[in-house]
């Protein structure tokens, strides 16, 4: 019999209105899944809950939320087949992101899921979510972090949240679905991660000092140049197509430059959702280039940004994933 935990850390999934809008609920999230009675279907893996405490809106998780949910899981990995991480879906992308880099060589899957309704109400999505999140999660087919949500498995360092209202919330524009769940999952072998041979690694993130700067039709770049101080470990900027910024930014290179001297690294990642950046392409990102900055390929922004945070990130930046 296979036997998975679910961590809750906060998100809609589980919360209740307030005068204030939806914040957190009181009731312990296992109390909800235990009156609905596909939960206890023998179909569905043996499951426990931890619960965070605080729950939290996921607004407000911090590197200290990634540490703790990569630390739980990785103390409590002999225990279970997999696990289900049940987050708000606001930030989900980034501590899907982050969770990739801090639980390294994985054998078992960490699902990420949450929903746009809560558990308790009328319409919820948060049932499907969560009973084919805990299928995955019991599979044997997955080895490494991902996020799922209506019907879509999606690798976590690849996810970005689409839609604010919509059930279909999440996807990865570059990088094929993992898994589609229609009548019966289908998983895309030649996509998922192999499981790792090594033992699980547990790399915690420190709160180093990161910036994202999005590049804007007549930014007046002179106003950031106060921002990007020796102080900053990395800033992650988010240019136009392919990696292109203004070429009246000679202010940007010179900031660039001085920023690449005093050792933080600049990684770049492009606005669009889909592609690669590619430095030097176009004369308009080729001082980008010779100032030092690094291309972030076909990176998100959440990942960049998490990734930052890791030690090792230039050796991995560079080959691309
Ligand atoms: N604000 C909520 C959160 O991210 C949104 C959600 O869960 O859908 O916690």
Request: net charge negative.
């Amino acid at each position: 019999m296979k036997r998975i935990c679910i961590i809750y850390t906060g998100g809609t999934i589980g919360m209740e209105r307030s005068e204030n809008g939806y914040k957190p609920g009181k009731e312990p999230f296992a109390n909800i899944m235990a009156r609905i009675s596909d939960f206890s279907s023998s179909e569905l893996p043996k499951y426990d809950v931890i619960e965070f405490s605080p729950l939290l809106d996921s607004s407000d998780v911090t590197v200290s939320e990634w540490n703790k949910i990569g630390s739980t899981i990785y103390e409590h990995m002999d225990e279970y087949d997999g696990f289900v991480v049940l987050h708000g879906t606001d930030t989900m992308a980034y501590t899907a992101s982050a969770l990739s880099f801090i639980l390294q060589n994985l054998s078992k899957p960490v699902i990420l899921t949450g929903s746009q309704i809560p558990l308790g109400e009328i319409r919820s999505d948060a049932k499907d979510n969560l009973i084919a999140s805990m299928m995955i999660a019991a599979s044997g087919k997955v080895f490494e972090v991902c996020l799922y949500f209506a019907g879509k498995l999606i690798r976590g360092n690849r996810a970005i949240k689409m839609s604010a209202d919509s059930f279909i919330a999440f996807d990865s524009p570059n990088y094929p679905h993992l898994a589609e769940a229609g009548i019966d999952i289908k998983y895309r072998d030649s996509v998922l991660m192999k499981k790792s041979d090594k033992p699980c690694v547990l790399k915690e993130l420190n709160e180093e000092p990161v910036g994202v700067l999005k590049i804007f039709p007549g930014i007046q770049i002179e106003l950031f140049e106060q921002i990007i101080t020796e102080k900053l470990r990395g800033v992650v900027l988010e240019t136009f197509g392919a990696g292109n910024v203004p070429n009246y930014c000679s202010a940007l290179t010179n900031i660039i430059q001085k920023a690449y001297e005093n050792g933080t690294i600049v990684v770049v990642c492009s606005q669009c959702p889909t592609g690669t950046v590619s430095l030097g392409t176009y004369a308009a990102s080729s001082c980008l280039k010779r100032a030092g900055a690094v291309s972030g390929k076909n990176m998100t922004t959440e990942a960049a940004e998490s990734l930052w945070k890791l030690i090792f990130a230039a050796s991995l930046m560079s080959n691309g994933e």
